[in-house]
């Protein structure tokens, strides 16, 4: 069938053209064969590296292509040895670039691989929960709020259903969509076509299902992807700012390299020895490697991070990760368990322990006795009853190891039908007595939910008084400030009573009670309607009014015991942790309170609050008050913008479909793992796989170490370039011959250096790490002491290897060359291991406990050592034996280093 013309198809016809039954969905056998025919649903995906590309890549970069050059040169005048040992310096250079890089791109495909989007499908008679990549066309697809649409389909159903298509069709508004088959052909722009879903929009409202028409690139989506998909992917700011380094560095270097070019041709060195010599001195001086190192270590990072639960899904999160601030946090489920139980019941200031109405056994339920039983008690049957139809969860008929009932949906509303359940209410009962017919689904900025249903009176069901002379009922659950503002009436029991002030009181006061003892609190109302509104369409304004208030719940959910920990962690570590939750305030205090995010008595403001702020007003509050309560998504959005005015660096979390613009506004975007919506997902920097506070915090200890790690990384290079460059530069001005060869420079610089350099990449956190304030995103490369370090140890390096060397040129030896070499060598070992931690003392953090970097400095010793004594490699590199006191020397000077960059730590210890 032509994929244009869907949309003017009638449902069953589709249905049929697909071969599918609505209610069982496609076969497993079906499903297999169309998976072969139509292949997976997903966009052909443009720029993954394959292993070729990668090692092609290797040999690309400049510096690499220089060193061929300079091995042709070699071959031409006839140096076949320097040639062979070039080339293999560059192979072996390259299969190191490549296996880091290999890995890199490695980790980030998995990192993809996690964060791909999961969909409700219905198949083989059931609804399953598969990924997004398995759908084929024919399935038939559950959609709800927040939801990626996953493929282009035909709408089956659609209730109340919205979906904002800006990213096809550009327009903003989120389209109402319907089932009915549209006339027209190919001419029906796609914004029109309102009984079809498209692969890259999402659900803003309300819910549907859908048949799927096409897949993967046969999408709508699919056929613009070439064009979206030609986007460079972005660097990061560390990356750009290496690049840059790097660039600036080259200049440099170009120029000291000439200069010692000139002044060993001005001494008489010959010239294609001078030539290769300049070459090396190049290498040794650009650090090309910085920028590759920097996304090896960021992508390697985010795998790490990974395993304890933080996914990222934008790269510079790592490293703006480090620079946190601010972590504004929800309540429910981030810093609580999101495990609702329902504790109290209150009508009228009536409360009653949910325990104590199921071990005196619910009377409600019979009809006989509950005519007998008072007035207030009779209303909580009709609560619960209330609340258990006004509700999305199902209650599946296990139980699980707590005893509690389990439950698919929404906590909060599982807690309400898992109670009713406990009462002997069954939801499944109840909603084929009560069938519903229409609703207005819950949002965050209401703060509620109603739904219509139709009114089959029983005989003698006391429950069904209030409504009996109605076709239809509407129920109303949310929060207990905005049902007062819509009710007009309270239930007594026995009759609707005006809501007079007092009542209004006695309400509240309940309320702030069970608030107070961070209960979070459902208020429940109804409305008898004499009839539907017109063609289903709900206009929420006009059905919430007039309502008929009945009672409050009350639920706990604990606060995750390890959050205490981390709030103290990250306030240490001059975080401040700020609370927005769409709950009451006197709830959210009191669980702010017990979380360490404000002291007794601390200030919590409402979303009414903000809303009356203009941003000044706003930028000053958000300095101080660390809860925020009642907010709408908008609100999140207004403290993002004020706090980062304040030059705050702010990670926000968020679940909903509204959150997304707070989420892309924030540095750092958290989205939900298990509550999380697809939209919020999709806006967000990272996910918490368990939807957990401490999980951030554990990120950022990550992102800091990351950072730390990238630092030590470019601290110990460029300290090694600075001393090899100081060593070639200074001896011709005491009158030495070529201090380094330039097979030995090279080696150095591609071999000696790597191993140790990497082995800082996983390095791990500093004792201290959590416990200094972060550090600006935009602070100097260099800052805190870097450059000087670079330059004093680099100095050092330098001048100890020629100050042995010079020694023992003048004293004739003829090892001198190899003593200078070593040293050099030995001392960059010394140094990589003593700069593990930038302020702690090496004896402190272990010598082994950075397993790599023993390796690393164990094998490239081995390795020096065989340049040193193994006759080949004698030839090769122009060395020659050490003999025992010659080698204890060049140990002996690279202890020096050891111990003056200890005796420099000490010093930064005791500032501190
Ligand atoms: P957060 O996750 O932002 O900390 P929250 O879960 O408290 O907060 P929302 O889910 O927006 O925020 O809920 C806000 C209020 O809306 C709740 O305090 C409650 O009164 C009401 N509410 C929550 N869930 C439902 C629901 N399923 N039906 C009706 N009302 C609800």
Same mark, same amino acid.
């Given at each position: 069938?032509?994929?244009?013309?869907?949309?003017?198809?009638?449902?069953?016809?589709?249905?049929?053209?697909?071969?599918?039954?609505?209610?069982?969905?496609?076969?497993?056998?079906?499903?297999?064969?169309?998976?072969?025919?139509?292949?997976?649903?997903?966009?052909?995906?443009?720029?993954?590296?394959?292993?070729?590309?990668?090692?092609?890549?290797?040999?690309?970069?400049?510096? #690499?292509?220089?060193?061929?050059?300079?091995?042709?040169?070699?071959?031409?005048?006839?140096? @076949?040895?320097?040639?062979?040992?070039?080339?293999?310096?560059?192979?072996?250079?390259?299969?190191?670039?490549?296996?880091?890089?290999?890995?890199?791109?490695?980790?980030?495909?998995?990192?993809?691989?996690?964060?791909?989007?999961?969909?409700?499908?219905?198949?083989?008679? !059931?609804?399953?929960?598969?990924?997004?990549?398995?759908?084929?066309?024919?399935?038939?697809?559950?959609?709800?709020?927040?939801?990626?649409?996953?493929?282009?389909?035909?709408?089956?159903?659609?209730?109340?259903?919205?979906?904002?298509?800006?990213?096809?069709?550009?327009?903003?508004?989120?389209?109402?969509?319907?089932?009915?088959?549209?006339?027209?052909?190919?001419?029906?722009?796609?914004?029109?076509?309102?009984?079809? @879903?498209?692969?890259?929009?999402?659900?803003?409202?309300?819910?549907?299902?859908?048949?799927?028409?096409?897949?993967?690139?046969?999408?709508?989506?699919?056929?613009?992807?070439?064009?979206?998909?030609?986007? +460079?992917?972005?660097?990061?700011?560390?990356?750009?700012?290496?690049?840059?380094?790097?660039?600036?560095?080259?200049?440099?270097?170009?120029?000291?390299?000439?200069?010692?070019?000139?002044?060993?041709?001005?001494?008489?060195?010959?010239?294609?020895?001078?030539?290769?010599?300049? @070459?090396?001195?190049?290498?040794?001086?650009?650090?090309?490697?910085?920028?590759?190192?920097?996304?090896?270590?960021?992508?390697?990072?985010?795998?790490?991070?990974?395993?304890?639960?933080?996914?990222?899904?934008?790269?510079?999160?790592?490293?703006?990760?480090?620079? @946190?601030? #601010?972590?504004?946090?929800?309540?429910?489920?981030?810093?609580?368990?999101?495990?609702?139980?329902?504790?109290?019941?209150?009508?009228?200031?009536?409360?009653?322990?949910?325990?104590?109405?199921?071990?005196?056994?619910?009377?409600?339920?019979?009809?006989?006795?509950?005519?007998?039983?008072?007035?207030?008690?009779?209303?909580?049957?009709?609560?619960?009853?209330?609340?258990?139809?006004?509700?999305?969860?199902?209650?599946?008929?296990?139980?699980?190891?707590?005893?509690?009932?389990? #439950?698919?949906?929404?906590? $909060?509303?599982?807690?309400?039908?898992?109670?009713?359940?406990?009462?002997?209410?069954?939801?499944? +009962?109840?909603?084929?007595?009560?069938?519903?017919?229409?609703?207005?689904?819950?949002?965050?900025?209401?703060?509620?939910?109603?739904?219509?249903?139709?009114?089959?009176?029983?005989?003698?069901?006391?429950?069904?008084?209030?409504?009996?002379?109605?076709?239809?009922?509407?129920?109303?659950?949310?929060?207990?400030?905005?049902?007062?503002?819509?009710?007009?009436?309270?239930?007594?029991?026995?009759?609707?009573?005006?809501?007079?002030?007092?009542?209004?009181?006695?309400?509240?006061?309940?309320?702030?009670?069970?608030?107070?003892?961070?209960?979070?609190?459902?208020?429940?109302?109804?409305?008898?309607?004499?009839?539907?509104?017109?063609?289903?369409?709900?206009?929420?304004?006009?059905?919430?009014?007039?309502?008929?208030?009945?009672?409050?719940?009350?639920?706990?959910?604990?606060?995750?015991?390890?959050?205490?920990?981390?709030?103290?962690?990250?306030?240490?570590?001059?975080?401040?942790?700020?609370?927005?939750?769409?709950? !009451?305030?006197?709830?959210?205090?009191?669980?702010?309170?017990?979380?360490?995010?404000?002291?007794?008595?601390?200030?919590?403001?409402?979303?009414?609050?903000?809303?009356?702020?203009?941003?000044?007003?706003?930028?000053?509050?958000?300095?101080?008050?660390?809860?925020?309560?009642?907010?709408?998504?908008? !609100?999140?959005?207004?403290?993002?913008?004020?706090?980062?005015?304040?030059?705050?660096?702010?990670?926000?979390?968020?679940?909903?479909?509204?959150?997304?613009?707070?989420?892309?506004?924030?540095?750092?975007?958290?989205?939900?793992?298990?509550?999380?919506?697809?939209?919020?997902?999709?806006?967000?920097?990272?996910?918490?796989?368990?939807?957990?506070?401490?999980?951030?915090?554990?990120?950022?200890?990550?992102?800091?170490?990351?950072?730390?790690? #990238?630092?030590?990384?470019?601290?110990?290079?460029?300290?090694?370039?600075?001393?090899?460059?100081?060593?070639?530069?200074?001896?011709?001005?005491?009158?030495?011959?070529?201090?380094? $060869?330039?097979?030995?420079?090279?080696?150095?610089?591609?071999?000696?250096?790597?191993?140790?350099?990497?082995?800082?990449?996983?390095?791990?956190?500093?004792?201290?790490?959590?416990?200094?304030?972060?550090?600006?995103?935009?602070?100097?490369?260099?800052?805190?002491?870097?450059?000087? !370090?670079?330059?004093?140890?680099?100095?050092?390096?330098?001048?100890?290897?020629?100050?042995?060397?010079?020694?023992?040129?003048?004293?004739?030896?003829?090892?001198?060359?190899?003593?200078?070499?070593?040293?050099?060598?030995?001392?960059?070992?010394?140094?990589?291991?003593?700069?593990?931690?930038?302020?702690?003392?090496?004896?402190?953090?272990?010598?082994?406990?950075?397993?790599?970097?023993?390796?690393?400095?164990?094998?490239?010793?081995?390795?020096?050592?065989?340049?040193?004594?193994?006759?080949?490699?004698?030839?090769?590199?122009?060395?020659?034996?050490?003999?025992?006191?010659?080698?204890?020397?060049?140990?002996?000077?690279?202890?020096?280093?050891?111990?003056?960059?200890?005796?420099?730590?000490?010093?930064?210890?005791?500032?501190?």
């Amino acid at each position: 069938m032509d994929s244009k013309l869907w949309h003017t198809q009638l449902i069953d016809e589709t249905l049929t053209l697909l071969e599918v039954q609505q209610d069982s969905g496609l076969h497993g056998g079906e499903v297999t064969q169309r998976r072969e025919q139509y292949g997976p649903n997903e966009l052909v995906e443009r720029g993954l590296k394959s292993p070729w590309q990668i090692l092609l890549e290797q040999f690309r970069e400049t510096m #690499v292509i220089v060193l061929i050059v300079a091995a042709l040169i070699s071959a031409v005048i006839g140096d @076949v040895k320097d040639m062979i040992a070039i080339l293999a310096i560059v192979i072996l250079n390259a299969v190191l670039g490549f296996v880091q890089e290999y890995r890199a791109e490695q980790a980030m495909a998995a990192l993809k691989k996690m964060s791909a989007p999961v969909v409700k499908v219905r198949r083989d008679g !059931h609804v399953v929960e598969i990924k997004s990549v398995e759908l084929v066309p024919g399935d038939i697809i559950l959609l709800e709020v927040g939801d990626a649409i996953p493929a282009d389909g035909r709408l089956i159903n659609a209730t109340n259903l919205k979906v904002q298509e800006a990213s096809l069709t550009g327009e903003s508004i989120p389209v109402e969509k319907a089932t009915d088959p549209i006339p027209g052909g190919e001419e029906v722009p796609l914004g029109d076509r309102k009984n079809m @879903v498209y692969l890259g929009t999402a659900v803003t409202y309300g819910r549907g299902s859908a048949v799927v028409v096409d897949t993967g690139m046969s999408t709508e989506l699919g056929k613009i992807a070439d064009m979206i998909q030609t986007v +460079e992917s972005e660097q990061t700011p560390l990356q750009r700012r290496m690049a840059q380094l790097g660039k600036t560095l080259a200049v440099a270097a170009i120029g000291i390299v000439a200069v010692v070019f000139v002044l060993g041709l001005l001494r008489g060195e010959d010239l294609a020895e001078m030539f290769l010599t300049a @070459v090396a001195m190049a290498v040794a001086a650009v650090p090309e490697g910085l920028p590759a190192v920097v996304t090896i270590s960021l992508a390697l990072g985010a795998q790490r991070m990974l395993r304890r639960n933080a996914l990222i899904r934008k790269l510079p999160a790592v490293e703006t990760l480090g620079s @946190v601030t #601010v972590i504004c946090s929800d309540k429910t489920g981030t810093l609580t368990e999101n495990r609702m139980t329902v504790t109290v019941l209150d009508v009228l200031g009536e409360t009653e322990k949910l325990e104590t109405l199921m071990e005196g056994g619910f009377p409600i339920i019979d009809a006989e006795v509950s005519k007998d039983v008072a007035p207030p008690v009779r209303s909580l049957g009709l609560m619960v009853k209330a609340a258990a139809l006004c509700n999305d969860a199902i209650l599946e008929a296990d139980m699980d190891r707590d005893g509690d009932m389990r #439950v698919i949906g929404d906590p $909060t509303e599982g807690a309400l039908v898992a109670a009713a359940a406990k009462l002997g209410l069954w939801k499944e +009962e109840l909603d084929q007595r009560w069938p519903r017919v229409a609703e207005a689904p819950f949002t965050s900025e209401r703060k509620r939910m109603t739904t219509i249903h139709r009114v089959n009176i029983p005989v003698d069901d006391p429950t069904d008084a209030p409504w009996r002379d109605s076709p239809y009922v509407a129920f109303c659950k949310g929060s207990v400030d905005g049902l007062l503002e819509i009710s007009d009436r309270v239930w007594s029991g026995d009759e609707a009573v005006k809501l007079e002030a007092d009542l209004c009181k006695r309400i509240q006061n309940a309320n702030d009670e069970l608030a107070l003892d961070g209960q979070r609190v459902l208020g429940v109302a109804f409305r008898p309607l004499d009839e539907l509104p017109e063609n289903g369409q709900i206009d929420e304004a006009l059905l919430e009014r007039e309502m008929t208030f009945i009672g409050l719940v009350a639920m706990l959910d604990p606060p995750r015991p390890e959050v205490n920990q981390a709030v103290q962690e990250a306030r240490e570590a001059g975080i401040r942790p700020l609370m927005i939750t769409g709950d !009451h305030p006197l709830t959210a205090r009191r669980i702010a309170q017990d979380l360490g995010i404000i002291d007794e008595g601390g200030e919590v403001l409402t979303g009414q609050d903000l809303s009356k702020m203009g941003l000044d007003g706003l930028e000053e509050v958000v300095g101080h008050v660390s809860v925020f309560a009642r907010v709408a998504p908008e !609100h999140k959005l207004r403290i993002v913008e004020a706090l980062q005015k304040q030059g705050q660096i702010v990670a926000m979390t968020g679940d909903g479909v509204n959150d997304a613009p707070a989420l892309r506004r924030s540095d750092i975007g958290v989205a939900m793992g298990i509550t999380g919506t697809d939209v919020s997902k999709e806006a967000s920097d990272m996910i918490i796989l368990d939807d957990n506070f401490a999980t951030i915090v554990n990120a950022v200890k990550e992102g800091r170490n990351i950072y730390d790690n #990238v630092r030590k990384f470019i601290k110990y290079t460029m300290t090694s370039n600075a001393g090899e460059i100081y060593v070639m530069l200074f001896a011709p001005f005491l009158g030495m011959p070529l201090p380094l $060869t330039a097979l030995q420079i090279l080696w150095i610089n591609l071999v000696t250096d790597g191993l140790p350099g990497l082995a800082l990449a996983v390095e791990q956190p500093e004792r201290n790490i959590m416990k200094r304030p972060p550090f600006p995103p935009d602070e100097s490369i260099f800052a805190r002491g870097m450059g000087t !370090h670079i330059i004093w140890v680099g100095l050092l390096m330098g001048l100890l290897s020629l100050g042995v060397g010079y020694w023992g040129w003048s004293m004739a030896l003829p090892a001198w060359q190899t003593i200078l070499f070593t040293t050099l060598t030995i001392s960059q070992m010394a140094h990589a291991s003593v700069i593990r931690s930038s302020r702690d003392s090496i004896l402190t953090i272990g010598l082994f406990s950075n397993l790599f970097m023993v390796a690393a400095v164990s094998l490239t010793f081995v390795l020096q050592m065989l340049v040193v004594y193994w006759p080949p490699f004698q030839n090769i590199f122009g060395t020659q034996a050490l003999r025992p006191w010659e080698l204890g020397l060049a140990l002996g000077m690279s202890l020096v280093v050891f111990v003056a960059v200890e005796i420099e730590k000490w010093f930064r210890r005791r500032r501190s």
